[in-house]
């Protein structure tokens, strides 16, 4: 049986100083993960005292348009996501993302600070802001932190966030001229579809040549990392001399390079390197319609 | 435990009410206000059973604390009916014979209901993704799906 207090921050001072002031406090957003485990008696749901609501902090529900950036409120909902012009206008992977988590009820109700936050393997908003290089804004009574996302997480359903402190932002910075993304994802079905794995790829191409590769899958490590060895086999190359199946293949090595031989392994291994393949290809097509 | 006061309205009724840090908005709509056409399913967000139109939207829900709500409005699938006479979505699902067991209905009239409240002129897909999270094992999808283009019809008629 789990049992905490519950407690409400009505202002995100509030809510800094109950972090600050006291031992084991979950936050709690949109709920989405946090009653399902708590419900489920999880072992990450157990350990804590009390349960901060957040979900009425109205100043974290924002997307943000500033001069290097786009900043997204921890608050923002998944739908925001899918709705926002701003997003679907420089960063249409990331509304693409945000369409295939859970259902309609869990969009309306999940945020992107809890999906950072849970920093579940198979969450699908990480490998898209990995790929588009995004930091994490912490504030705490004593002061202020930014972190790159792949530094801020420490593995499965594990972050780098201390106690005290509270994301509050996710910063993406725009990406130049050039510049193409793509977002795969395969699940058991098509509704409230957990990630079996899903891809984000960010590359620039420039003059056939493909520059700056990000490769980010999900589900396929302990957490969404990106997979460097592979993006060193097209970084430099010219688009005409890349040949997707064979980078998929890569992908897959890299990945068993991560995490051995699994369960999962043998058809891990065939579904990534076809993910890998349809995003290469899906980027290619779209530079050469833009020629 | 302690105890959290709380101001909702549900279907047009305020009510003040003291909660548990547990006590989720189905367990406050079915135990203390008995409006029990919202069903428990699964109790994690996978059917969809117990969806809600919450501050205008859809939710589960199981998925909310009622602690969390302090002064939302709350419509259930008791609030569709104005002065005795069905919500068109409900007209509908009877025409289309959408409805069998009917477990699933009041969850897919709240899912309906906040897409046509945004969306008067919803396409079938749209229609689909906004029913993606309710689960149905009888009737099967396409009865509902008929009902919502058709009740999406009439309100626009009237």
Redesign the interface.
């Known amino acids: 049986m789990i049992?905490?207090?519950?407690l409400?921050a009505h202002s995100l001072d509030e809510a800094l100083e109950c972090l600050d002031s006291r031992e084991g406090v979950k936050l709690?957003a949109?709920?989405?993960d946090v009653?399902?485990d708590?419900?489920?008696e999880n072992a990450r749901a157990k350990g804590f005292k009390y349960?901060l609501?957040v979900?009425?902090l109205r100043e974290l529900k924002f997307i943000e348009e500033r001069c290097d950036c786009v900043a997204i409120g921890a608050l923002s909902t998944h739908?925001m996501l899918v709705e926002s012009p701003v997003i679907n206008k420089y960063f249409p992977l990331l509304a693409s993302a945000a369409k295939t988590i859970?259902?309609?009820?869990?969009r309306?109700?999940g945020t992107v600070g809890g999906n950072v936050n849970n920093a579940s393997p198979a969450a699908d908003l990480l490998p898209p802001l990995i790929a588009l290089g995004a930091h994490v804004k912490l504030l705490s009574l004593k002061g202020e932190r930014n972190l790159p996302l792949d530094e801020f997480l420490a593995g499965p359903y594990r972050t780098n966030r201390q106690s005290g402190e509270m994301m509050t932002e996710v910063c993406v910075p725009f990406l130049g001229e050039g510049y193409f993304t793509d977002f795969q994802k395969i699940g058991r079905r098509?509704?409230?579809n957990i990630a079996r794995l899903n891809l984000a790829v960010v590359l620039k191409i420039d003059g056939e040549t493909v520059f700056d590769p990000r490769i980010v899958p999900g589900a396929a490590t302990a957490y969404p990392i990106r997979f460097s060895k592979t993006e060193g086999t097209i970084a430099g190359k010219r688009v005409s001399e890349i040949d997707p199946a064979k980078i998929g293949e890569t992908a897959s090595e890299e990945m068993i390079s991560a995490t051995g031989i699994r369960w999962s392994t043998p058809y891990k291994r065939i579904a990534l390197a076809s993910l890998v393949k349809k995003a290469l290809e899906t980027i290619f097509a779209e530079a050469k319609a833009n020629e | 435990m302690n105890n959290i006061k709380v101001t909702i309205t549900v279907n047009g009724t305020r009510h003040c009410l003291k909660v548990g840090p547990k006590e989720r908005l189905l367990d406050t709509l079915r135990e203390r206000l008995h409006l029990t056409g919202t069903k428990e399913g699964c109790g994690v967000g996978e059917c969809g059973a117990c969806t809600v139109i919450l501050d205008g939207e859809a939710v589960h829900s199981c998925m909310v604390l009622t602690a969390q709500i302090d002064g939302s409005e709350v419509l259930t699938v008791e609030g569709l009916e104005v002065d005795g006479r069905l919500h068109p979505l409900q007209e509908a699902f009877i025409k289309h014979h959408a409805v069998q067991c009917g477990f699933c209905t009041p969850g897919m009239l709240m899912s309906a209901k906040a897409l046509l409240d945004k969306n008067p002129n919803p396409t079938r897909e749209e229609i689909k993704t906004a029913i993606e999270g309710n689960l149905c094992r009888c009737t099967g999808y396409e009865q509902i799906i008929e009902a919502i283009e058709s009740a999406a019809k009439s309100l626009k008629a009237n």
């Open positions: 049992d905490y207090e519950f409400k709690i949109g709920g989405t009653l399902v708590i419900r489920k349960l609501d979900s009425g739908t859970g259902s309609t009820q869990i309306n109700r098509k509704a409230m």
